[in-house]
């Protein structure tokens, strides 16, 4: 399925770990009071403390578009302090309390703004040519590290807080994900895969120096060093377990405060040094846990049919603030010419990553009605959803065969993606790749005999590889790294797909099935993404970075400028064209949400086909052309505020 937001690509590594059934016994929490921070609809998001403990701010789109917002927690006042933009993440209050640091795509994707709690203009402090974000504040105020792929792969890079020239810490071809500042300000932690697995890192503002605090061949990652300086948390998936650790700051043997089956997906220390909130996947939703480091079973804080997130503990360490959504994603059909919209799946579940058989009769899809996510089969016309077959893991990315008969799709087991097949009809699911790293994002070539996929090497390299599906024979089809979305030409002799350029920029790639050198066709100073090829296999239609939204357009295939084809200040992303290639089917973002819309492929005859308050994504067509599957996603996410017992 191609993305329905191209920026969504800048979402850093989430070590989401599922592993093997636990023997540990979780105990009941006592019952504190919960109360709503926030309310209405929306998405409210990443709260944050005021250091003094006496505002919030967060993120929201309750005005259509993202912007900061704070609340004053003793009179309930909200306000606006930030403009609104299309993408706005990663804010950081500082710490005298008077302007928070954020990343944003005003004018750029994204550039480092801060802008006072007051509000007022925003200052951009960092506008490199790649993409920079993830904001931290040293302890004293004075700078603030980020990451940035400027330099083609992410660094550690750091500003002055009053902007300047940004200094890069750390280039090598490898990722590296700022994570947190040491207490006194010397240091900062942070994950690498230099070696080849993601390890914990130091590096020393004295005199530059990098030091791998974890060197063994599992991946770790989020290292946050608790309120005191003496230990650093990090999580680990291990000997088929998702563990959170602790080691001495210095370095030395990390010791493990407890295991779960499902994922450890986010973690914040509590300022009394001795505890650690936690959310996980554990018991189905993500609900918020707590551990001590004096060792026990963690405390389960909530459990109910919303998803938490964002933990933020007061400064106090009495309150633990954090985002609840509650919500479903849903499957839709809409008939063009009439508008009719027939609802396909329905209840409390989310469904997913719809894909059309070729007869159009059927459309495959991911569910987690039963707490995993599992593949589904329900008729266009209607009708009871089917489960394709029973399994413990996490089954996602659905890809039919051109003749319907198959489906190939990735299978999340000990915390590993690899590639499976099996019969539409229904039967064994068969294992096609055997990486020990990771194979992801199946597509099937036009004649349905070979499969692309994106695999992980030895050394964390994303590499394009072909398995002949006949012999199941594979082969890296090209030298080049850290490529990504790879797509078949109409006449399955290319393989296009994207990879940044020099100043960290996606552009569009294509090699040949023999390998080679890749050839570069497409040149924009900004990023672009392949989002489909028209039917007659001349011209790619692409989404690109205009410096202040997503424009769609359309480029030859074998090379050239870019037409411009839709143009707003909004997002207009994830074209997909019509089987007779005469209209294109796209979301925007012009009334606040991700709508649906068409356009004649010369640009003309726009029309929004939905206005709702909910989202709409992962469009496809019907292969006659008369209707369009979709998904939509009605959801909203407040900020939540739970007393901790045991803090007085």
Same mark, same amino acid.
């Given at each position: 399925?191609?993305?329905?937001?191209?920026?969504?690509?800048?979402?850093?590594?989430?070590?989401?770990?599922?592993?093997?059934?636990?023997?540990?016994?979780?105990?009941?929490?006592?019952?504190?009071?919960?109360?709503?921070?926030?309310?209405?609809?929306?998405?409210?998001?990443?709260?944050?403390?005021?250091?003094?403990?006496?505002?919030?701010?967060?993120?929201?789109?309750?005005?259509?578009?993202?912007?900061?917002?704070?609340?004053?927690?003793?009179?309930?006042?909200?306000?606006?302090?930030?403009?609104?933009?299309?993408?706005?993440?990663?804010?950081?209050?500082?710490?005298?309390?008077?302007?928070?640091?954020?990343?944003?795509?005003?004018?750029?994707?994204?550039?480092?703004?801060?802008?006072?709690?007051?509000?007022?203009?925003?200052?951009?402090?960092?506008?490199?040519?790649?993409?920079?974000?993830?904001?931290?504040?040293?302890?004293?105020?004075?700078?603030?590290?980020?990451?940035?792929?400027?330099?083609?792969?992410?660094?550690?890079?750091?500003?002055?807080?009053?902007?300047?020239?940004?200094?890069?810490?750390?280039?090598?071809?490898?990722?590296?994900?700022?994570?947190?500042?040491?207490?006194?300000?010397?240091?900062?932690?942070?994950?690498?895969?230099?070696?080849?697995?993601?390890?914990?890192?130091?590096?020393?503002?004295?005199?530059?120096?990098?030091?791998?605090?974890?060197?063994?061949?599992?991946?770790?990652?989020?290292?946050?060093?608790?309120?005191?300086?003496?230990?650093?948390?990090?999580?680990?998936?291990?000997?088929?377990?998702?563990?959170?650790?602790?080691?001495?700051?210095?370095?030395?043997?990390?010791?493990?405060?407890?295991?779960?089956?499902?994922?450890?997906? !986010?973690?914040?220390?509590?300022?009394?040094?001795?505890?650690?909130?936690?959310?996980?996947?554990?018991?189905?939703?993500?609900?918020?846990?707590?551990?001590?480091?004096?060792?026990?079973?963690?405390?389960?804080?909530?459990?109910?049919?919303?998803?938490?997130?964002?933990?933020?503990?007061?400064?106090?360490?009495?309150?633990?603030?954090?985002?609840?959504?509650?919500?479903?994603?849903?499957?839709?059909?809409?008939?063009?010419?009439?508008?009719?919209?027939?609802?396909?799946?329905? !209840?409390?579940?989310?469904?997913?990553?719809?894909?059309?058989?070729?007869?159009?009769?059927?459309?495959?899809?991911?569910?987690?009605?039963?707490?995993?996510?599992?593949?589904?089969?329900?008729?266009?016309?209607?009708?009871?959803?089917?489960?394709?077959?029973?399994? #413990?893991?996490?089954?996602?990315?659905?890809?039919?065969?051109?003749?319907?008969?198959?489906?190939?799709?990735?299978?999340?087991?000990?915390?590993?993606?690899?590639?499976?097949?099996?019969?539409?009809?229904?039967?064994?699911?068969?294992?096609?790749?055997?990486?020990?790293?990771?194979?992801?994002?199946?597509?099937?070539?036009?004649?349905?005999?070979?499969?692309?996929?994106?695999?992980?090497?030895?050394?964390?390299?994303?590499?394009?590889?072909?398995?002949?599906?006949?012999?199941?024979?594979?082969?890296?089809?090209? #030298?080049?790294?850290?490529?990504?979305?790879?797509?078949?030409?109409?006449?399955?002799?290319?393989?296009?797909?994207?990879?940044?350029?020099?100043?960290?920029?996606?552009?569009?790639?294509?090699? !040949?099935?023999?390998?080679?050198?890749?050839?570069?066709?497409?040149?924009?100073?900004?990023?672009?993404?392949?989002?489909?090829?028209?039917?007659?296999?001349?011209?790619?239609?692409?989404?690109?970075?205009?410096?202040? !939204?997503?424009?769609?357009?359309?480029?030859?295939?074998?090379?050239?400028?870019?037409?411009?084809?839709?143009?707003?200040?909004?997002?207009?992303?994830?074209?997909?064209?019509?089987?007779?290639?005469?209209?294109?089917?796209?979301?925007?973002?012009?009334?606040?949400?991700?709508?649906?819309?068409?356009?004649?492929?010369?640009?003309?005859?726009?029309?929004?086909?939905?206005?709702?308050?909910?989202?709409?994504?992962?469009?496809?067509?019907?292969?006659?052309?008369?209707?369009?599957?979709?998904?939509?996603?009605?959801?909203?996410?407040?900020?939540?505020?739970?007393?901790?017992?045991?803090?007085?």
């Amino acid at each position: 399925m191609k993305n329905l937001i191209p920026i969504l690509l800048i979402s850093m590594v989430c070590f989401l770990w599922s592993c093997s059934p636990t023997d540990q016994t979780t105990k009941e929490a006592p019952q504190d009071v919960i109360i709503e921070l926030t309310s209405g609809t929306g998405d409210d998001s990443e709260v944050q403390y005021s250091p003094d403990g006496k505002h919030i701010a967060f993120v929201s789109d309750r005005s259509g578009k993202l912007a900061i917002y704070t609340k004053d927690l003793e009179t309930g006042d909200v306000k606006r302090i930030s403009d609104e933009v299309n993408w706005l993440a990663g804010i950081d209050w500082s710490p005298d309390g008077s302007k928070i640091a954020f990343a944003s795509d005003k004018g750029a994707v994204p550039d480092l703004f801060v802008v006072s709690v007051e509000g007022g203009d925003e200052k951009r402090i960092v506008g490199l040519s790649g993409l920079d974000f993830n904001p931290k504040w040293s302890p004293d105020g004075s700078k603030i590290a980020f990451m940035s792929n400027t330099s083609g792969s992410f660094d550690l890079w750091m500003v002055s807080a009053d902007g300047g020239e940004p200094k890069q810490l750390t280039d090598s071809d490898r990722e590296e994900y700022v994570s947190d500042w040491s207490p006194d300000g010397s240091k900062i932690a942070y994950s690498s895969d230099e070696g080849g697995n993601y390890n914990i890192w130091t590096y020393s503002l004295e005199d530059g120096k990098k030091t791998a605090m974890t060197s063994d061949a599992t991946d770790k990652g989020n290292p946050q060093w608790s309120p005191d300086g003496n230990r650093i948390a990090f999580t680990v998936y291990t000997e088929g377990r998702s563990k959170l650790m602790t080691m001495p700051a210095e370095g030395g043997t990390a010791t493990e405060l407890f295991s779960f089956k499902k994922g450890i997906n !986010g973690y914040e220390w509590a300022p009394d040094n001795n505890r650690i909130a936690f959310y996980s996947n554990e018991g189905g939703e993500n609900d918020i846990w707590l551990a001590s480091l004096d060792g026990g079973a963690p405390a389960q804080l909530t459990n109910d049919a919303a998803s938490e997130s964002g933990l933020k503990w007061s400064p106090d360490g009495k309150i633990l603030a954090f985002r609840s959504e509650e919500g479903y994603t849903h499957l839709y059909k809409m008939d063009i010419e009439s508008g009719e919209v027939t609802t396909l799946t329905s !209840g409390e579940e989310r469904e997913w990553s719809p894909e059309i058989t070729p007869d159009g009769s059927t459309v495959v899809y991911v569910s987690n009605k039963d707490n995993d996510n599992d593949l589904y089969a329900v008729s266009t016309s209607g009708g009871d959803p089917k489960k394709l077959f029973e399994s #413990d893991d996490n089954e996602f990315n659905p890809n039919i065969s051109p003749d319907g008969s198959t489906i190939a799709f990735v299978a999340n087991q000990n915390s590993v993606n690899n590639i499976w097949s099996m019969p539409i009809e229904g039967g064994a699911p068969t294992q096609l790749t055997q990486s020990e790293k990771g194979a992801y994002d199946p597509n099937w070539s036009p004649d349905g005999s070979m499969i692309a996929y994106m695999q992980i090497t030895s050394k964390g390299e994303d590499v394009i590889v072909v398995m002949d599906m006949s012999t199941r024979q594979s082969r890296q089809i090209s #030298d080049i790294a850290e490529a990504g979305n790879p797509t078949w030409s109409p006449d399955g002799k290319m393989i296009y797909f994207s990879k940044d350029d020099s100043n960290g920029n996606p552009q569009i790639w294509r090699t !040949g099935l023999e390998g080679g050198e890749a050839e570069r066709i497409s040149n924009f100073d900004k990023y672009v993404f392949v989002d489909e090829f028209t039917p007659d296999g001349k011209s790619i239609l692409v989404s690109y970075h205009t410096g202040v !939204g997503f424009d769609l357009g359309m480029i030859p295939s074998d090379g050239g400028e870019i037409t411009t084809l839709v143009e707003s200040d909004a997002w207009d992303v994830g074209a997909v064209c019509s089987p007779n290639g005469k209209q294109i089917a796209f979301m925007t973002t012009r009334s606040g949400s991700n709508d649906l819309c068409i356009v004649s492929v010369d640009g003309s005859g726009f029309r929004q086909l939905t206005n709702t308050e909910g989202d709409e994504a992962n469009v496809l067509w019907s292969p006659d052309g008369k209707y369009i599957i979709y998904q939509r996603e009605d959801s909203d996410a407040n900020l939540m505020a739970r007393s901790i017992a045991g803090t007085d």
